[in-house]
């Protein structure tokens, strides 16, 4: 089953704005990591936050993790154009390196 | 230099044929996967091999064989081929069994007529 459901299933922007994705998961994590896939490619790692984080910064990213809740949102800010892709959280959960994707979040940005 | 290589990019086959996808990693990893990925773009692991040995194996048709010749091949065969077989498999690849990055191929887009 799936792990990790994003929200919304699609997002459409206009350049410059910021977009925001979430994730929540069900059982207990290692860690949440986001990964970009651009249409037709393969998926790139984007950040990792750990269970005992909250807050992480990457450039134009910002990734919150709420262990009580159990979610995850992923800020970009300043979008751009080239933001449109797909972003997937996946999460760690302790057994092992075997990631548990989402089904994603369709990001298309307006230039 | 590609990373974590893939072939082929295409594969159009018919039911019930057997036919094999390639995996290479460039990078020195340990620890390799095999994820399909499909039509509605849910990214799940099949299979992850550590050192040449299997250490996931998610529950997958028997038709489907992962073998790793050596810490940087992951190779997929899948034996006579069904409809629902038609997805996109990506490999991929991480430092070792405790490494938390993983390092994704380009894809390959599996159709079944």
């Known amino acids: 089953s799936q792990q990790g459901e994003e929200d919304p299933q699609a997002l459409s922007i206009q350049e410059g704005e910021n977009a925001t994705m979430n994730c929540s998961y069900k059982?207990?994590?290692?860690?949440l990591q986001w990964y970009r896939q651009n249409s037709g490619r393969g998926l790139v790692h984007l950040i990792l936050?750990?269970?005992?984080?909250r807050e992480k910064h990457s450039g134009r990213l910002r990734v919150t993790l709420d262990t009580s809740k159990k979610s995850s949102s992923l800020l970009i800010t300043a979008s751009r154009a080239a933001d449109t892709a797909s972003y997937f959280c996946a999460t760690d959960t302790r057994y092992g390196n075997k990631l548990v994707f989402g089904a994603g979040t369709i990001l298309r940005v307006k230039s | 230099d590609t990373a974590v290589s893939q072939t082929p990019k295409y594969l159009v086959t018919q039911m019930g044929n057997d036919k094999s996808i390639k995996c290479e990693q460039n990078l020195g990893h340990d620890t390799m996967y095999w994820y399909k990925q499909d039509s509605k773009k849910f990214l799940k692991i099949m299979f992850s091999y550590n050192n040449k040995e299997l250490i996931i194996n998610e529950t997958v048709p028997n038709r489907f064989s992962p073998k790793s010749p050596d810490k940087a091949h992951l190779n997929l065969h899948i034996n006579s081929l069904e409809l629902g077989d038609s997805a996109v498999y990506f490999c991929?690849?991480?430092?070792?069994?405790?490494?938390?990055?993983?390092?994704f191929g380009p894809g390959t887009r599996l159709l079944v007529l």
């Open positions: 059982t207990s994590i290692n860690n």
């Open positions: 936050i750990r269970s005992n984080e």
């Open positions: 991929a690849s991480s430092q070792d069994y405790g490494s938390e990055t993983q390092y």
